[in-house]
């Protein structure tokens, strides 16, 4: 063993016993990023406080643009990011970064209708006409075609999308750009693009509010945001032709559509993968940290902490609607985190 992962272990060893014998934390670690795994992030920094006292965990939800950021300033000890960083934006990096998927998740089309009493089916091409400002009121033909029977109002629609650089809109515009050529060719895919239409909030939070606030809202969440804040989502029509409710089912199957791109490199969108099952826009998220660390008493936190996500955090992932990774990418994950090193 090297004498720089010997220091690490014992880091690693110090924060584990601080942690039995502790009250008061005595490591502070800071994450900054995704508003998309908030709530699965915060799960886990919560128990895992609770088992080693010692190390305390803070993450601010400002958005995966932001998460990229922090962690290229180094003024966090971790970043996150629905958007997989390129070659080129790690080669940016100040240091050798890695980034691993911690788990997946549905983004859904949400909506505030009163009286329609049941749930919404959009098509992929429906989907891409409201948001390219095609479709403007909710009784139009294209939404009643797949909807028959359904009580639509002339209510116009009022689009709701983010305003800050996020990865939810890297996997929702990689959706639209995979489903819609028009899309494809003037708008694009990424964590910003110019929007045809529709008003702009900050985070899942903000576009979570403006759906709410406004009759005949719509706009696109991680669905863990849509069931808290009780809002309806619609079905969506998959691949293989078949209307499917975002689900950490629908969203497992979306997964394992597409493991074996995955394992050879975990950046690959899952969007509109093969599989009756598969919930169409799902993807997974990410943390970035550096493989050389700095501090010791930080970096056997972090070590500690990103086991702990791998092991023990996957378990706890369902019960807030999010997909536990596969065993596959968790053990490829392993390799990164054990990779870790302090500096010479």
Same mark, same amino acid.
């Given at each position: 063993?090297?004498?720089?992962?010997?220091?690490?272990?014992?880091?690693?060893?110090?924060?584990?016993?601080?942690?039995?014998?502790?009250?008061?934390?005595?490591?502070?670690?800071?994450?900054?990023?995704?508003?998309?795994?908030?709530?699965?992030?915060?799960?886990?920094?919560?128990?895992?406080?609770?088992?080693?006292?010692?190390?305390?965990?803070?993450?601010?939800?400002?958005?995966?643009?932001?998460?990229?950021?922090?962690?290229?300033?180094?003024?966090?000890?971790?970043?996150?990011?629905?958007?997989?960083?390129?070659?080129?934006?790690?080669?940016?990096?100040?240091?050798?970064?890695?980034?691993?998927?911690?788990?997946?998740?549905?983004?859904?089309?949400?909506?505030?209708?009163?009286?329609?009493?049941?749930?919404?089916?959009?098509?992929?091409?429906?989907?891409?006409?409201?948001?390219?400002?095609?479709?403007?009121?909710?009784?139009?033909?294209?939404?009643?075609?797949?909807?028959?029977?359904?009580?639509?109002?002339?209510?116009?629609?009022?689009?709701?999308?983010?305003?800050?650089?996020?990865?939810?809109?890297?996997?929702?515009?990689?959706?639209?750009?995979?489903?819609?050529?028009?899309?494809?060719?003037?708008?694009?895919?990424?964590?910003?693009?110019?929007?045809?239409?529709?008003?702009?909030?900050?985070?899942?939070?903000?576009?979570?509010?403006?759906?709410?606030?406004?009759?005949?809202?719509?706009?696109?969440?991680?669905?863990?945001?849509?069931?808290?804040?009780?809002?309806?989502?619609?079905?969506?029509?998959?691949?293989?032709?078949?209307?499917?409710?975002?689900?950490?089912?629908?969203?497992?199957?979306?997964?394992?559509?597409?493991?074996?791109?995955?394992?050879?490199?975990?950046?690959?969108?899952?969007?509109?993968?093969?599989?009756?099952?598969?919930?169409?826009?799902?993807?997974?998220?990410?943390?970035?940290?550096?493989?050389?660390?700095?501090?010791?008493?930080?970096?056997?936190?972090?070590?500690?902490?990103?086991?702990?996500? %791998?092991?023990?955090?996957?378990?706890?992932?369902?019960?807030?609607?999010?997909?536990?990774?596969?065993?596959?990418?968790?053990?490829?994950? %392993?390799?990164?985190?054990?990779?870790?090193?302090?500096?010479?």
């Amino acid at each position: 063993m090297s004498s720089s992962l010997k220091t690490l272990a014992l880091a690693l060893a110090l924060v584990i016993g601080l942690g039995l014998t502790a009250h008061a934390a005595t490591i502070t670690l800071t994450g900054a990023g995704a508003t998309f795994p908030a709530p699965i992030y915060d799960k886990w920094r919560f128990e895992y406080h609770k088992q080693w006292p010692a190390v305390e965990i803070s993450y601010q939800s400002i958005g995966s643009g932001g998460g990229i950021k922090a962690i290229k300033a180094r003024t966090v000890d971790f970043g996150a990011s629905d958007a997989p960083l390129t070659d080129a934006e790690l080669h940016e990096m100040p240091a050798q970064l890695f980034q691993i998927p911690t788990v997946g998740g549905a983004v859904v089309v949400a909506y505030n209708l009163p009286g329609v009493g049941k749930q919404l089916r959009f098509t992929p091409g429906t989907i891409a006409g409201i948001f390219l400002g095609q479709i403007t009121q909710w009784n139009d033909p294209r939404i009643a075609a797949d909807n028959p029977g359904a009580r639509l109002p002339s209510t116009a629609i009022s689009v709701a999308h983010r305003s800050d650089g996020s990865g939810t809109t890297y996997i929702f515009t990689h959706y639209l750009a995979d489903i819609s050529p028009t899309w494809r060719d003037n708008v694009g895919a990424g964590k910003e693009v110019k929007w045809p239409c529709g008003h702009g909030g900050k985070g899942n939070e903000g576009v979570t509010a403006l759906i709410k606030q406004i009759d005949g809202g719509f706009g696109y969440i991680e669905l863990a945001y849509a069931l808290q804040n009780h809002i309806s989502f619609g079905q969506v029509r998959n691949s293989s032709g078949k209307f499917i409710t975002a689900s950490v089912t629908s969203t497992t199957a979306a997964i394992t559509g597409a493991l074996a791109r995955l394992k050879r490199d975990n950046r690959t969108p899952i969007v509109n993968p093969q599989g009756p099952n598969a919930y169409p826009i799902c993807g997974l998220t990410y943390l970035l940290f550096y493989k050389y660390q700095s501090d010791e008493g930080r970096a056997g936190g972090l070590l500690a902490f990103l086991k702990f996500a %791998m092991t023990k955090g996957q378990g706890m992932a369902s019960a807030l609607q999010y997909a536990p990774l596969p065993s596959a990418l968790v053990t490829a994950n %392993m390799t990164f985190i054990n990779a870790m090193r302090m500096k010479q």
